[in-house]
């Protein structure tokens, strides 16, 4: 009896391993396989990343301390869990814009086509940021649209005319009233992975409102007696606005370092400086009081703007020291 009922145990031990053994088998595949996804948000060390295949989101970090990632890139994670997972490999990437100072740098996004420079009648814009913004940009080499929103407040005539230089330049400027009409901007916005900068306060977040009423993303408030914005956007995100076209929002910007430019990148990113470019007397001119500089003979001639040439200068001795 003992002896006809051993097998039959044998069999069923043997059937229950091998239901337990397929049940487990598509957890470790899962946790083996490399899934393709795009970085939609970075909140410091952790970051939410978009499955290419199926558009869940995923919370991830990176391994180690790595954290060179940045809203755009095109990664590949493991799942950890189902909503979880670790970011193995970044792809190459097709733009960079970030900025930097004296002891760190800061990525602003990645993959990016346009960088969209918020600007507004009110509270009053920093020039010098824009100018910086415009330089990271170029160096980049990533278009760049420079928005004035607000337009619809009744000073705005002296916001136009600091504009009119970089109109002039050939950059595109964009009158804007978010919280009237966001329509003339929806054409700019086709085809693009954009990216909007810009101080506090300047109305990005009213533009993603606008845009994307479903995403619930806070109103920047004001402050009147201080001029300037309070900042509301901790993260950075991006959003679909359709199938071809991606919008990254970002924090407010109060600086915009330029650490990581060399000279050379510096100076060819004054668009105006490039026909004068290597005409210099001296190979090594720094366009800043040399004998024979074509960029200072030009500005004589009134091709380039002393302005320009001066916040030139500025940014020549902040990279030097």
Do not use: W
């Not at 009896?1 to 043997?14: A, D, E, Q, V, W």
């Not at 091998?18 to 598509?26: G, I, R």
């Not at 095109?74 to 909503?83: N, P």
């Not at 346009?114 to 990533?142: D, G, K, W």
Request: net charge positive; charged share 20%.
């Amino acid at each position: 009896m003992k002896n006809s009922t051993l097998p039959s145990i044998l069999i069923k031990l043997t059937i229950n391993f091998l239901n337990n053994l397929s049940s487990q088998t598509p957890a470790k595949t899962l946790a083996k396989t490399n899934l393709q996804g795009t970085v939609t948000a970075s909140y410091g060390k952790r970051y939410q990343v978009e499955l290419t295949e199926t558009g869940q989101r995923i919370s991830c970090v990176t391994r180690g301390k790595k954290t060179d990632l940045a809203c755009g890139d095109v990664v590949t994670i493991q799942l950890t869990d189902k909503h979880e997972g670790v970011v193995e490999t970044t792809l190459p990437r097709k733009t960079l814009l970030y900025r930097s100072n004296a002891f760190k740098s800061k990525m602003l996004a990645a993959n990016v086509t346009q960088v969209i420079i918020v600007l507004a009648t009110q509270p009053s814009f920093y020039e010098a940021l824009l100018n910086r913004c415009l330089i990271a940009a170029e160096a980049a080499h990533i278009n760049a649209l420079i928005i004035l929103n607000k337009c619809d407040l009744a000073d705005n005539d002296s916001a136009k005319q600091k504009l009119a230089l970089y109109t002039a330049l050939g950059y595109q400027v964009l009158p804007l009233s978010a919280k009237q009409d966001i329509s003339t901007l929806k054409p700019y916005l086709q085809g693009h992975a954009s990216i909007l900068v810009g101080q506090s306060g300047m109305g990005k977040s009213t533009i993603i409102n606008a845009l994307l009423p479903s995403e619930l993303v806070r109103t920047q408030e004001v402050s009147h007696v201080l001029d300037s914005g309070k900042h509301t956007t901790t993260a950075t995100h991006l959003y679909h606005i359709d199938a071809e076209s991606q919008l990254i929002d970002s924090p407010g910007l109060q600086e915009f370092g330029l650490h990581h430019l060399s000279t050379g990148e510096l100076e060819h990113a004054f668009i105006e400086f490039r026909p004068f470019l290597g005409k210099c007397r001296f190979n090594n001119c720094k366009h800043l009081q040399e004998p024979d500089c074509a960029i200072t003979e030009a500005m004589h001639a009134h091709k380039i703007t002393p302005e320009r040439l001066a916040t030139y200068k500025m940014l020549r001795m902040e990279l030097e020291h």
